[in-house]
């Protein structure tokens, strides 16, 4: 049988249950024509469909009363206890993009979960070797009127993410939930998950309001700057925000929501100091695409400038810390490229900048967003798609002796 990355056939339209193989075709046909296949590529910011697995999720549900409220609200056909905001149903297009609505996809290994399945062959056609994956409905549980209902839902996940998901196949990686709404309920979900096979470190979903510098997080971040394990803060949409629900279309809410709330965190964490007092917990900031961080930057270290006493924490300028902050690309804003080579070169993407696709949402980037970068050079390309994520994760590079040598 002809492989489907290296088909040539004309491709039938593309549905809800088409293969992931010939949603990807472009990206498959990208990895075989150009030396992706050379590198390590590290994929950053993947999605798991946790809705489609809700049950096996709210089966872990450590409280036996959340359970039983949350088989009461799936008997009634409603996901049990996750609040769903609007705006989700517009990421298809109104269906034009229809791996985004579902991926309805036949698998006919029963013995490998229906997810791992789906995640190697996305990985496959993009030529991913390792590929983090995040929840999806569950980034603006954050915003969930009910915070114990957080601390149930983020560890039932946690369990089924390190328990069914991650075992099933050794390229996949989790960054796993952190109730942050409890900051009491943080410091025992490291403890419980934190050395679990997979595990790479940990994630705030940013769609929610509470500041980072609050003392009720210090022993959180204690931990985590002790066990080597990095800090995610996953940007996501909120079109229940006061400020984001002005904005009449989806294009324009979700232009800024992303970048908006880890703007805030970031300004809190800043000018706060919490790098001062935890230099060696490593952050990432994730899906909030790169524009935004040199207006940042600009902005605060001009504040600063005028009112230091502001900030008795800091020691350098806040654009400084930035720097040796992780980003993820997706999704890179790439209409201006001479303004994406400054912004490289403003948060030093040679070391700090980490490839993310965001597969399967509709907005994802493949490898090849970075590779054809015109004003990257090898090296450069090389540390993108993987190594710097091999640093900061402590990942395996199989690539990087031969490139040495070479």
Not at 347 to 355: F, G, K, M, S
Not at 375 to 401: C, M, S, T, V
């Amino acid at each position: 049988m002809t492989s489907r990355l290296h088909d040539t056939r004309e491709l039938p339209p593309l549905t809800m249950t088409s293969h992931t193989g010939d949603t990807l075709a472009h990206a498959a046909r990208d990895k075989n024509t150009k030396k992706l296949g050379e590198f390590l590529i590290v994929d950053v910011d993947a999605h798991v469909s946790e809705l489609a697995f809700w049950n096996e999720v709210t089966d872990r549900i450590p409280d036996e009363v959340w359970r039983y409220n949350a088989k009461s609200f799936q008997e009634r056909g409603a996901p049990g206890l996750i609040n769903i905001q609007s705006g989700l149903t517009y990421q298809g297009v109104c269906g034009r993009i229809p791996h985004n609505e579902k991926l309805g996809e036949a698998v006919e290994d029963k013995g490998i979960h229906k997810q791992a399945v789906l995640a190697r062959r996305a990985m496959d056609a993009m030529g991913i070797d390792i590929m983090t994956v995040f929840p999806t409905p569950m980034l603006v549980l954050g915003v969930h009127p009910q915070p114990e209902v957080e601390v149930q839902l983020g560890r039932a996940y946690n369990q089924w993410l390190t328990e069914v998901v991650l075992p099933q196949d050794p390229g996949l990686r989790g960054l796993l939930y952190i109730p942050f709404n409890t900051p009491e309920a943080c410091p025992a979900i490291i403890e419980e998950f934190g050395d679990r096979k997979g595990v790479i470190g940990f994630t705030v979903t940013s769609t929610r309001y509470r500041p980072v510098h609050h003392n009720s997080y210090m022993r959180m971040y204690a931990m985590l700057e002790e066990r080597g394990l990095p800090l995610a803060f996953h940007a996501g949409f909120n079109w229940e925000d006061g400020s984001m629900g002005q904005l009449n279309r989806f294009l324009s809410m979700h232009a800024l929501s992303f970048v908006h709330c880890n703007l805030i965190h970031m300004t809190n964490w800043v000018v706060n100091g919490l790098p001062e007092r935890f230099p060696k917990l490593k952050t990432v900031w994730v899906e909030s695409g790169l524009a935004w961080i040199p207006y940042l930057m600009q902005r605060l270290d001009s504040e600063y400038m005028m009112r230091t006493s502001e900030a008795p924490l800091l020691k350098r300028k806040p654009s400084e810390y930035m720097r040796e902050m992780y980003y993820t690309s997706q999704p890179i804003e790439l209409q201006h490229l001479k303004l994406v080579e400054a912004t490289f070169e403003a948060i030093n993407a040679d070391t700090q900048l980490l490839y993310a696709s965001d597969w399967p949402h509709w907005d994802f980037d493949t490898p090849s967003t970075i590779y054809d970068l015109p004003f990257l050079n090898e090296k450069q390309k090389r540390n993108i798609l993987g190594g710097n994520a091999a640093r900061l994760f402590n990942l395996k590079d199989p690539y990087q002796a031969k490139a040495a040598a070479e």
